[in-house]
């Protein structure tokens, strides 16, 4: 039958009349920069993270390039990042002038190892970015112990993690200084195309950022900032407006998804021959739904690129997320890293598969994937 990783059609199919109703509604009403359904949407996703403000941006991309521009950094300026993530988390800092500074990975969450960071930082550091890969939180309280003794602003990679908490229960985004979302049509909260958000609890940056978002505009065509035009699309606002009221529910069933797909994969004795290894919630704690959202399932298995191999002649859809750490991009070959640098990192890009995981994916399906993994390593 074959399993797709990601199966958009499945997702938006029982939406489909909603979302036909608010695209005509803002059709309709000729309203296609911000207004209403931007500011409400705002304030919902403010709210759902935790968090007193909300900024629509462009893209999760945007969301990260305007948060380093509206803390200021620049030419001269470090940022201490990990090398293990979608490209955006660095190429936003590069865009801006700024060298990101990498340390390795923790290799059971995949997030930025928080005792490595200090050794990192240096005079000209202006930010911590962590980022909560694949939909679980990077270990924030020593992140934000650091950045306070060396008064480092944090920007959270969240685009992967909308409400995704922490173990002390807060939510991804409101911890730091800022937090970056995307809406991406593959993340957890996805729209029709590009957008993204920062969520912030400072006042005074969060009025930076709507001004900047506005080609640093206040009143209209009086610049005080040089900023651009990162305003979020009114009609992924308002599509968006009606997805976030089914958010839990996805939430709850790539959770239970995952929960299935560790009975199964125990059920094949894989995980004791150390051929798959599966993902841990590393910071799990009692009574907290949100301890991870899995926008990806990713497993570290045996002879990785020969398994994938064996998936795509069973039609079984699998991804790497990321083939290629940042430190080893040819793009970054300037910042003069080598191979063996982040050891952690390089080995979570050899031998990691993300396995489709979201929400719509039947019983069935995760069983086809698992006996699909099974039948390779009995070859
Ligand atoms: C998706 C993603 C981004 C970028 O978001 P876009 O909306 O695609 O620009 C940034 N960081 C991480 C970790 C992501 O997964």
Redesign the pocket.
């Known amino acids: 039958m074959g399993v797709p990783l990601l199966d958009l059609a499945a997702h938006h199919a029982p939406l489909q009349k909603e979302i036909m109703a608010v695209l005509e509604q803002v059709v309709r009403s000729q309203a296609f920069i911000l207004g209403p359904e931007v500011a409400k949407l705002e304030e919902r996703v403010a709210s759902y993270c935790q968090a007193k403000a909300a900024i629509g941006v462009s893209?999760?991309?945007?969301a990260?390039l305007i948060s380093l521009m509206a803390l200021g950094v620049g030419p001269g300026d470090e940022v201490v990042t990990t090398p293990y993530?979608?490209f955006?988390?660095a190429g936003a800092v590069v865009r801006l002038g700024a060298k990101p500074v990498f340390v390795d990975i923790e290799p059971r969450s995949f997030n930025i190892h928080p005792d490595k960071i200090e050794r990192a930082v240096t005079a000209k550091t202006k930010a911590l970015i962590p980022?909560h890969?694949y939909g679980q939180s990077a270990d924030m309280a020593p992140i934000m112990d650091l950045a306070g003794r060396r008064k480092l602003a944090v920007i959270e990679?969240a685009?992967?993690a909308i409400g995704t908490e922490y173990k002390d229960g807060r939510r991804a985004g409101s911890i730091g200084t800022v937090g970056?979302l995307?809406?991406?049509p593959s993340?957890n909260l996805g729209c029709l195309g590009?957008a993204?958000m920062v969520v912030t609890n400072d006042a005074d940056l969060a009025e930076r950022l709507r001004v900047l978002r506005v080609h640093g505009s206040k009143p209209k065509y009086y610049h005080k900032l040089i900023g651009g035009n990162f305003r979020i699309d009114t009609i992924q606002a308002a599509v968006l407006n009606v997805k976030l009221n089914y958010l839990d529910g996805w939430t709850k069933r790539r959770q239970e998804n995952a929960q299935r797909y560790e009975t199964l994969f125990r059920q094949t004795g894989l995980p004791e021959r150390g051929a798959v290894t599966l993902p841990e919630a590393v910071y799990r704690a009692s009574g907290k739904s949100h301890y991870h959202i899995y926008n990806q399932f990713v497993l570290r298995v045996e002879r990785r690129d020969d398994l994938i191999a064996h998936l795509k002649q069973k039609g079984i859809g699998a991804e790497i997320y990321y083939p290629v750490p940042f430190h080893l991009q040819e793009c970054f070959r300037y910042l003069g890293y080598k191979e063996g640098d982040f050891p952690e990192s390089e080995r979570a890009a050899k031998d990691t598969i993300a396995i489709p995981i979201y929400p719509e994916l039947t019983a069935e399906q995760q069983a086809e994937v698992v006996e699909g993994i099974g039948s390779f390593y009995k070859k």
Not at 59 to 62: A, E, H, K, Q, Y
């Open positions: 893209s999760g991309t945007d990260l993530s979608f955006a988390t980022v890969l990679d685009a992967q970056c995307s809406f991406f993340k590009d993204g």
